[in-house]
């Protein structure tokens, strides 16, 4: 904690860090928020050494700049210190779990065939860029992983050499979003185009630790990602295209594939659901089923479905 922000919560909040490290969790998933939160005791309570329903709710409002996830985050934060600061014997105001809320209400775009057709194509038209002179070869491979893997697209883009065992077809993810590592065997046809990738690695990035390395040797940034992928579908689409799509969709395309797939063969997806989850990381079995909601005719005219069995578990979405 930087001296600027100390305040009577410090400690506790360095200790609460340090237990969330030893538990798998990464630092900075709650540092900034509780470095900030700091700063706001400083400033409002600076005597005040309990967390008190009026000091937390006067944390817990949203910013004019802030995105609902973002707050999302930053109460989060706070709440799992009040939980913390309660199981060490600390009297504390606990936020209520329904102040976090659930899901976003924001739905995917789930992208037709024919859309990732012409998407993958204009990838692998691209041309080299005098300011990232290798994406043209990076860009094609790694929006194929993220979508046949089923990838977050962090994970592929800081995806490491070592961890693409090229022998045997899998990638080895490492701690994501919901602190689990996994395995992730590939198809042949991806196991193929990263060996084939891989050759030219070996020429224009050797000495990088990362798959999908820059010009400096380090992961590209998210927002690198964003502007290729953008700049795709642009080419797909053309300018006046006012659908808002992510590289994130690409991995919700994933997951709604492989339930059709499972549906069309007569599958119980209750059963099969597990696997799916395993496979894409999820903490929980109800983030995996939150992708039922894309296909609800689907479902509907399934007669291996038991609905009621997922009814509490799909959360409601608006278009």
Known sequence: MKKDCTSLFTTYINEMLNFKVHLGYER????????????????HYPTQDRLTKELVLGWCVQRQSESPSGFRRRIIAVREFGKYMEAIGEKSYILPSCFVGGRSTFTPYIFSDEDLTEIFL???N??????????HMIVPVLLRMIYFCGLRPNEGRELLKKDVDLNKGVLFIRKNKSHRERYVPMSKDMHNLCISYNEK????????EFFFPNTEGIAYSAKWLTRQFLGIWKKVRGTKCTLRVRVYDLRHRFATTVMMQWLDSGADLYAKLPYLSTYMGHAQFSDTA????????????????????FAE??????S
């Open 126 to 135: 691209m041309e080299p860029s005098l300011n990232s002179p290798n994406s």
């Open 122 to 124: 204009e990838a692998d």
């Open 28 to 43: 900075k998933t709650y540092e900034g928020f509780l470095n900030d939160f700091s700063r706001y005791c400083v400033q």
């Open 201 to 208: 690695l070996r020429f224009f990035a050797p000495e990088s």
């Open 313 to 318: 578990l799909i959360p409601e979405v608006e």
């Open 290 to 309: 939150y992708y039922i909601h894309l296909l609800p005719e689907k479902l509907l005219r399934s007669h291996t479905m038991d609905w009621e069995s």
